[in-house]
């Protein structure tokens, strides 16, 4: 190997740890604000709430960071880096504008935090907030946009490439990110204009219950939920030994949620929540999970149970629709809904990130595997059990069926926090510890894979 073809490879791989340092940097923010802003206040809300039977005492705001905390400081933070992971990079802006984008989406969800809990100069604040998160998801989205069109460009243009380009349909697992990602734009969207309007003439700092209702269908399905179809489209194929998706059964199942999600944006309850349990059930059928496997799932460097737990999460997924039929028909004082979005994001989401996150993100950030099969087998099962008891227990509770069950809630929400804090913890230790894909070259500081 001449001296240009070991700069050019020394080059890349520094590129590719750069990338992979911005990375942990991100997923470490995500799990700081889902351990406590967000899972820990979830915490003390619930406490709160099952102490005193009932939402009355709680402040709305306190609800809502809760809830901001989690899906934008953790989810968001999670695919904003991993997305500016997947695209490829040159020279500087391998950390530049990733790391713009971070110090705004960073800065907007702990000021919005703040603001929202404490109430602290929050008139100023939740515009400023607002308008960062979305100052970084526009950004994303640009260098998104432009990687696209780089990679779709040959290097020399034909008739032949531009009639092939035109004929090769996009990919469906694509089509569902990119919905996601639509979503996400909606979402600070949304947030932003409220923000905004609530700095100047709203009377206190929670948005009002009937556009928070519509605003988390908006967040919940239309960005969490296909971001999370498209990623599994992408790999539990490889991962699981199962077949390629069904194209026309996914289709259809992004149709439902599509469908789903502008009714309920729109006010038109009951009919969103049938189109929305109908694409959850067509899913799993369209990633052929309830099928038996063709091979071997890949479950090397975490823990066996795997498989297990990722059709789990999309158990929850069919559950959190079918609760939120009955939510649109029978809810009275906030429970089923309660138990239906919880089914979804702890259920499902939180599932998935837990399951898949020890399987991908160890290897993204320049690592070998996770640090614990046990503590990931540990994180799986608590969360499960917790989640379990809340969504059992959050209906009768709230509606008055069994009084008993407001003794279960505390129950559910320590075991909850116990296996948010065993996922960060593994995370962490791999961060830390974990042995590095990484190897120094002789001479070159650093800058060669082993």
Request: proline share 5%.
């Amino acid at each position: 190997m001449d001296h240009d073809e070991m700069s050019s490879i020394q080059a890349m791989v520094l590129r590719e740890r750069r990338k992979s340092w911005m990375l942990r940097l991100w997923i470490a923010t995500g799990i700081f604000f889902m351990a406590l802003p967000g899972t820990l206040l979830g915490f003390s809300n619930l406490m709160a709430i099952a102490s005193h039977h009932g939402l009355g005492v709680l402040p709305a705001a306190w609800i809502q960071g809760h809830g901001h905390a989690q899906v934008f400081g953790w989810v968001g933070s999670f695919i904003l880096g991993i997305g500016f992971y997947s695209q490829p990079a040159h020279g500087r802006s391998v950390v530049r504008l990733p790391l713009v984008c971070y110090l705004l989406w960073t800065a907007g969800v702990a000021s919005r935090w703040v603001a929202g809990i404490y109430g602290w100069h929050w008139r100023t604040i939740y515009p400023m907030s607002a308008g960062a998160e979305l100052a970084a998801v526009l950004l994303f989205l640009l260098a998104a946009s432009r990687h696209k069109r780089q990679e779709e460009k040959p290097a020399v243009e034909t008739d032949a490439s531009r009639a092939k380009s035109q004929r090769r349909p996009m990919p469906l697992w694509m089509v569902s990110v990119l919905l996601g990602a639509a979503g996400l734009l909606a979402m600070v969207v949304f947030n932003f204009v409220e923000c905004v309007h609530l700095a100047h003439v709203g009377a206190g700092r929670a948005f009002p219950h009937g556009l928070d209702q519509r605003y988390l269908v908006l967040m919940a399905w239309g960005f969490m939920t296909p971001m999370v179809w498209g990623f599994s489209a992408r790999w539990l194929p490889a991962f699981l030994a199962i077949p390629q998706p069904n194209p026309d059964l996914l289709s259809f199942a992004l149709w439902m949620d599509v469908l789903g999600v502008l009714c309920g944006v729109s006010g038109w309850t009951l009919l969103a929540t049938m189109f929305l349990a109908v694409g959850a059930v067509t899913i799993s059928f369209a990633l052929h999970l309830a099928e038996r496997p063709h091979g071997q799932a890949k479950v090397a460097g975490i823990h066996p149970s795997f498989p297990s737990f990722v059709r789990l999460a999309f158990v929850w997924l069919s559950v959190a629709g079918f609760l939120g039929v009955w939510a649109a028909v029978a809810d009275q004082h906030g429970g089923i809904w309660g138990a239906s979005r919880h089914a979804l994001t702890v259920g499902f989401v939180a599932t998935m990130i837990f399951a898949i996150g020890p399987r991908i993100l160890p290897h993204f950030s320049g690592f070998y595997s996770i640090y614990s099969k046990r503590l990931m087998l540990l994180s799986l099962l608590t969360l499960q059990t917790g989640c379990l008891l809340r969504v059992s227990s959050e209906a009768p509770a709230y509606e008055g069926i069994l009084p008993l069950a407001w003794k279960v809630l505390p129950v559910s929400a320590m075991l909850e926090l116990t296996g948010v804090l065993l996922f960060a913890l593994n995370l962490l230790l791999t961060y830390s510890l974990g042995r590095s894909s990484f190897a120094v070259a002789p001479g070159e500081h650093g800058l060669a894979v082993c």
